[in-house]
């Protein structure tokens, strides 16, 4: 009896990745789109940003402190992504009642309520920016246009106060309203920032730049960003062939928007995605496809957010689909 086996729950076999590391990989991959918005949009940026991120952290903290009553983790930077992928996609003009109350719904109802990190089946970033975009819509919908792109009305002599309250429609949303021929691609200032949207979504090669860092340092891996860019742009492309009067091109779509957004940076959430790599590309292949669904035929001119909720819905039955076989399990006949 004294050589008695301790059993214990896996893993068994530890290594130096931890939740810390992961979390804040991803924080630093933020960087770039975040000095961008913070270049384009000046204080109305920082402001929203600081906001979000205080919020959520004490949102958390609360929680987990005095109602959960359990040990207090804001530490392993996962309510710091949140705060910073919430501030992503909102306008800079959000008031700031709106956003702690856009955060109070992402880490309490979107985390918490379903245990904390590890349990939670949907984007926590995403339930708080769903909430405030069915509940703010006029706030949500409501696009301050970038300094730069405002030098115009500098020189025309007004204040910076009025400048503040120059807002502009979206490029997806001028698609939406007028359609193809009203838009003209400026695929360089769409790469760059110039143009009107949420503070994370402005510029695409700065999401794409940060993206590879993650790839590079193996934070998330090639299958969800690949099969979601490839199943979008396909899918864009078929129906840009189909009448390109009516729809636009594949190009048009992959820079606009919120999509390169969602490829690296929530779609790829480890919780809320499949475990294995043929249930990664399932779930990116048909995020892709309702992206462009969503962007094409429903009111929404943007439908990154709505198609990845969907997908993590599926997510539990598309892990069950591509659950890899036990070692000597039988398959069937």
Request: glycine share 10%; charged share 10%; with cysteine.
């Amino acid at each position: 009896m004294n050589n008695q086996l301790t059993i214990s729950s896996s893993p068994h076999v530890h290594g130096n990745w931890t939740i810390e590391k992961a979390m804040y990989g991803v924080v630093l991959a933020m960087i770039p789109a975040m000095l961008v918005s913070f270049y384009m949009f000046g204080l109305g940026a920082l402001r929203v940003m600081l906001i979000s991120v205080i919020a959520c952290l004490a949102i958390e903290y609360i929680i987990q402190k005095y109602l959960i009553k359990g040990p207090v983790t804001i530490t392993d930077g996962s309510a710091i992504v949140t705060g910073i992928l919430l501030a992503f996609n909102v306008p800079t003009s959000i008031p700031t009642w709106m956003l702690i109350a856009g955060a109070i719904v992402a880490i309490g109802m979107g985390k918490m309520s379903f245990g904390g990190l590890g349990k939670n089946p949907f984007n926590p970033a995403l339930v708080g920016r769903v909430f405030m975009l069915i509940s703010f819509p006029a706030a949500m919908t409501t696009w301050p246009k970038p300094i730069m792109s405002r030098q115009y009305f500098s020189f025309s002599g007004l204040d910076e106060k009025v400048m503040d309250s120059i807002t502009g429609p979206t490029p997806l949303g001028i698609l939406q309203e007028q359609g193809p021929g009203a838009v003209t691609p400026d695929y360089v200032n769409h790469l760059l920032g110039s143009m009107s949207g949420s503070m994370g979504e402005i510029s695409a090669i700065a999401l794409i730049l940060g993206g590879v860092y993650m790839l590079v340092r193996k934070i998330i891996t090639w299958h969800i960003p690949v099969s979601y860019l490839l199943s979008s742009f396909l899918f864009a492309g078929i129906l840009w062939l189909v009448d390109p009067t009516q729809y636009a091109d594949p190009l048009f779509h992959m820079v606009t928007g919120g999509l390169m957004l969602g490829v690296f940076f929530m779609a790829t959430d480890y919780v809320s995605s499949p475990m294995s790599k043929k249930g990664m590309l399932i779930f990116g292949f048909g995020t892709g496809v309702l992206t462009i669904l969503i962007r094409v035929f429903t009111p929404y001119p943007e439908g990154v957010s709505f198609a990845i909720l969907l997908m993590n819905a599926f997510t539990p039955l598309i892990n069950s689909y591509t659950k890899p076989k036990r070692f000597g399990e039988k398959l069937p006949a």
